[in-house]
């Protein structure tokens, strides 16, 4: 807590003494400071320290406001401002690439060790296939101007409908896949929740005509392995069956062509207080407030395997056939997930319903408790919530082969830049600094006009598989290269001098230690070898 | 050379017996086909073979013409046909994959090797970041249909134009950075030959005020390591200079603002013959006749580093400073190339120009000399040409950024859809199977109903960190379950059965020698090791 509480007020005074804070940097403490406002209110601590902490939040929310005015005014002044990516999207600097690179080598380790195939399709898909395929969210599509093609194109919304027609195209039985890919939704970012315009899914899916819950349980504990190595704390996650929705809908008299629309109310449930969402079900979508009062006593339900038989008790809703098949699967996958070790992290509750329009049986979400929706805090003091979801889409195929053939699929997706949000609070908070560049060895001159020498040293470690660098500069002075290693932490410098390349020498620094070392130039290989080799056990242990 | 021949015939016959042949194996066999008509031309084969070999490669280009009929037809038949990635994209499948990540490895550890570190950046940015930089190729810029968004937004077109701005917006004084990523082309895409509208770029580049040719010659350097290390066969890497072609112009007598468009039209000799740029320069870009031969004269010349002397005794030229610069700039930059040992892949030729607009500078172009333009043979025959290029961009950072501040910039760009089908051809030639799955021990039962034996054994391997997978049927048949291990080269198979469970041991096979173990249960993490060890020599011994 203190460390936090230090690490925003050294900040703090880094913007106040005109020290450059980038806009990003601005954002992350105004995410560190929200948590930390939110921590105090729920240790209860003293108020003086709550009102301090807001205090330091409104002044560096007021900073940015400022920030935000001073570039539209810049605009305004200079004419186009082309410094600026598009609203919702982002560069990613190269501290940043380095946690998205360990993040997705641990998610595709992951898929990989539960037999995955990896695939790619393209960012530009036909916009007709995109079409109907994502409910009340296909506004949110966007396409590309009509320039005289023969076809409508569309940035593609997610990775799923790409992979029905994949599987469709290719008439493809069954098939393990995973996909890492970008995708595009005209939504309204919120980018301090790690929510964008473009983002990146990794999806895992399993295609293919396989047994009851077999591939569910499969998805669900993939899911669960990679939350767990990815460390982000804990979480539940959430399960549902879009056929026990169905049903519930039906027993509380919503009209057959409704249930996909009060399913997208039902989806809200997890942000939005019931009164808002009872208000749209009667008054935007047509139920009466006594279905829509029926809905809400079942969607309240949630709990374990228990919650099966309880339902099973009533006599109304039994009467459906799709609740039956539901409960029934989800004995089965619930049996299995207890076998997989992972049935403690799940919550069976019936308000989860998946915004997107092709699921048909299982639906799932998981969500960090740490991060999770607080209507105390209200929205704004959100952080994440949700980092996965998935469910099964039994139809959809189907629904793009036009030989109408049938491949049943459920997949799980893991929303990453949620996660490379937190992973990007962890590091700042550790104030450790990331080490972006993999230099191992630096060739510096002492002296001037070594250019050449230092070229031929460097050509000659690049030969034998050294990662080498050098100064771009004809006359570099020593300091400078010497600082340039320290900066970016690179575990070895090779110094040479005239003398030494005279006496057939060189100077071996350990950039760490400073301690420096000659050595025949006939040994710099072995050498180098040998000092790194002693540098990365010393770092090791440290 | 027979096995090529014979590769044909096979997969010919499979089409023939009706065996699923993609458009794509279909496509590859015709280059395929084309490659080895051109070595029989080539190596001035007998007569009849040569007709025999185009016979049999007309034959395979009227059945992709025929499907593409079929296709339409469908199309028409069934209304929308969705099965189709838009024109000039293409998905990638699992063994493309497999290809695609073994040639981002290499050329990340190039990158790397050389102390970069890596960015990424929207494949979406503001239209207006991107107009007015390609100079005739921005009418190839896709842009996004307005919906309702404040600013036009477009596909990005390179990297470079991203990077540029990248450096403005964070007012970086000096990078080395990599980045991989898709651009886009509304271009006529010539998909045989690893043209796309949507492809991959790897670029590098060096942004900082450095020494003369210091950071250029690391540039192509890299581009040496990365193509010998890609093991491509026979390259040569073209280099020229703005400044001195602009000079060449100035000599010749082309007004300065037709530098650009001039130069657009010497880009296009590598694969138009003169009388055609000839034509385009006198009647599309209204140089009189004279102008037009005074610069085939100098186009026309070629060489090594010598060329440099005997542009030096060219007096006329001699008078434009930008000539002197030029060839000055060039001498530090071969001299610096031979101690980099790569100046023997190096052709100093008067004809580069580059198709974009915003080169200052040296610039390069990497040709692979086995698949080069062929004018005997027409465009057709011609497979992939280009792999990488790149050059000096010294004012676009500046053009973008509203403080006007100078970042010079050199960059290479790698362009790894051609080195992807020339992978594939090896890969289709050399007849190997991808192994496109990473399982390593496959969890089979002998019996039914021992489904939750297999998950409970799985879920242990996975705790364990194995590589493993089962069947997705409640009661698969044994020999399918072997089958698929075979088929995926899978290493190790554990069998269980109901007495192998009671008397606590596992029974392990060999997926390839079919020998089979029994061990005790308790002992299983361990003895897998063991043989996994074990099966992996005897992989690599063979």
């Not at 629309?261 to 449930?269: A, G, H, T, Y």
């Not at 049938?406 to 990331?434: L, N, W, Y």
Request: aromatic residues 8%; charged residues 30%; glycine residues 6%.
């Amino acid at each position: 807590m203190a460390t936090n509480s230090n690490t925003t007020t050294n900040l703090e005074s880094a913007i106040s003494t005109g020290l450059l804070i980038t806009d990003n940097d601005l954002n992350d403490l105004i995410k560190i400071q929200g948590g930390f406002v939110r921590r105090l209110k729920a240790e209860k601590a003293a108020s003086e320290q709550i009102t301090e902490a807001i205090n330091k939040l409104t002044s560096l929310k007021k900073e940015l406001c400022n920030r935000q005015a001073v570039d539209s005014e810049e605009q305004t002044a200079g004419g186009v401002n082309l410094l600026k990516t598009p609203k919702g999207t982002r560069d990613y600097h190269p501290d940043q690439m380095k946690i998205r690179e360990q993040v997705f080598q641990i998610i595709t380790d992951c898929f990989k060790q539960h037999g995955a195939e990896t695939i790619d399709t393209p960012v530009i898909e036909l916009t007709s296939l995109l079409t109907e395929k994502y409910g009340e969210d296909s506004k949110l599509i966007y396409e590309l101007k009509d320039q005289g093609g023969a076809k409508q194109l569309a940035l593609r919304y997610d990775l799923t409908v790409p992979f029905a027609r994949y599987i469709a195209e290719n008439r493809i039985a069954t098939m393990k896949r995973y996909h890492i890919g970008k995708v595009y939704r005209r939504d309204n970012p919120k980018m301090t929740r790690g929510r964008y315009r473009e983002f990146y899914q990794c999806d895992f899916d399993i295609a293919g005509d396989f047994d009851l819950m077999v591939p569910d349980a499969e998805c669900i504990k993939i899911v669960v392995e990679i939350l767990d190595k990815l460390d982000l704390g804990q979480y539940k996650i959430y399960v549902n069956h879009r056929k026990l929705l169905d049903a519930i809908f039906a027993v509380c008299g919503v009209p057959d062509s409704h249930f996909r629309p009060i399913s997208s109310s039902v989806d809200k449930l997890d942000k939005t207080p019931w009164h808002v969402v009872r208000n749209e079900m009667i008054n935007g979508k047509g139920l009466s407030p006594e279905v829509a009062d029926k809905i809400w006593n079942y969607v309240q339900m949630h709990g374990n395997a228990d919650l099966i038989d309880k339902l099973r008790t009533d006599v109304q809703l039994m009467t459906q056939k799709s609740a039956r098949e539901a409960l029934d699967g989800l004995e089965v996958l619930f049996r299995y997930l207890t076998l997989y070790g992972v049935m403690d992290k799940i919550i069976f509750d019936l308000k989860l319903a998946r915004g997107l329009d092709y699921y048909t049986g299982v639906i799932f979400e998981a969500v960090l408790t740490k991060y999770q929706y607080d209507s105390q805090l209200g929205d704004d003091q959100v952080a994440v919530g949700s980092v996965a979801g998935g469910g099964r889409y039994d139809e959809l195929v189907c629904k793009i082969d036009p030989r109408k053939r049938s491949v049943p699929c459920i997949g799980a997706s893991i929303g990453v830049e949620r996660i490379f949000a937190i992973k990007e609070h962890q590091m700042i908070e550790s104030q450790i600094q990331t080490k972006t560049i993999e230099t191992e060895v630096y060739v510096a001159s002492a002296q001037k006009n070594l250019i050449e020498e230092r070229m031929k040293l460097c050509s000659y470690l690049w030969a034998n598989d050294f990662k080498a660098e050098m100064a771009l500069k004809r006359n570099p002075r020593l300091l400078d290269q010497l600082q340039y290693c320290e900066k970016n932490q690179i575990e070895l410098c090779v110094i040479i001098g005239s003398a030494e390349l005279e006496a057939g020498i060189v100077k071996i620094r350990d950039v760490e230690t400073r301690e420096e070392f000659e050595i025949p130039r006939a040994q710099l290989v072995e050498q180098l070898r040998v000092h790194l080799t002693r540098v990365r056990q010393r770092i090791q242990e440290s």
